[in-house]
């Protein structure tokens, strides 16, 4: 980060405050009431009134954390960063990889706003906060094995975090994995038009085979995407 950047951080306003009054509210108490309501609502039923109806202050007050919605959005997603569990490495990348990946699907199904946060955060600032930051660290920290250089590093931790956000979108629609066979409708289809090469899979596929959920997909996805990063 350079300086200049520094001076306009989110995360390091606190080193230059504002003049005026000692703040009443710390950022993380904005960012749990934020949390909160957007766990209940939604993000696009939050505003910054609403927060300050919640705290019992004016709106305007809350201009002395923050320069309005976005940078309370950021505050949010960074809490909730807060919730990761950092195990010991093991020097494992496939067992340290899905001991963060497995947490940040579940941290996706608590929080179903945290997608589109977090969509809003990266499109309008590269800066992460220090419990994001701490996620990357250790995500890094779980490809380090694999011997990778930097920029393979860094593209492999996004593909990664892509990958959940995704399936996280896909879960928060109600997608269920699909199983050959389940329905009548895909057989009735191949029965009115040239599809081949379905034809020949439902045609072996077992009837008796346990279903594939949604747990297996995620995982696999996973398993696919270190297959490339990790080759």
Do not use: C
């Amino acid at each position: 980060m350079t300086p200049a950047a520094s001076s306009t951080s989110l995360w390091l306003r606190g080193d230059n405050p504002k003049p005026g009054p000692r703040p009443a509210y710390t950022l993380d108490q904005l960012a749990d009431v934020g949390v909160r309501l957007a766990d209940v609502d939604g993000l696009r039923a939050l505003s910054m009134r609403r927060i300050a109806d919640d705290l019992g202050t004016a709106a305007a007050s809350l201009y002395r954390y923050v320069d309005g919605k976005n940078d309370l959005v950021a505050l949010m997603v960074d809490r909730v960063a807060a919730e990761y569990d950092y195990p010991p490495l093991t020097g494992n990348v496939r067992t340290d990889v899905f001991a963060m990946l497995d947490q940040a699907r579940a941290l996706h199904q608590r929080h179903p706003w945290l997608r589109e946060g977090l969509g809003e955060v990266t499109s309008l600032s590269p800066d992460l906060g220090p419990n994001s930051i701490r996620f990357l660290d250790r995500m890094v920290g779980a490809l380090a094995s694999a011997g990778l250089d930097a920029n393979a590093t860094m593209m492999g931790v996004s593909l990664l975090s892509g990958w959940v956000r995704t399936f996280a979108g896909m879960e928060a629609t109600g997608f269920s994995a699909p199983a050959m066979g389940a329905s009548d409708h895909i057989p009735a289809m191949l029965a009115h038009g040239d599809y081949p090469h379905l034809t020949r899979l439902l045609a072996t596929a077992d009837s008796a085979s346990a279903p594939v959920d949604n747990d297996a997909v995620f995982r696999a996805g996973v398993e696919a995407l270190l297959f490339g990063i990790v080759r």
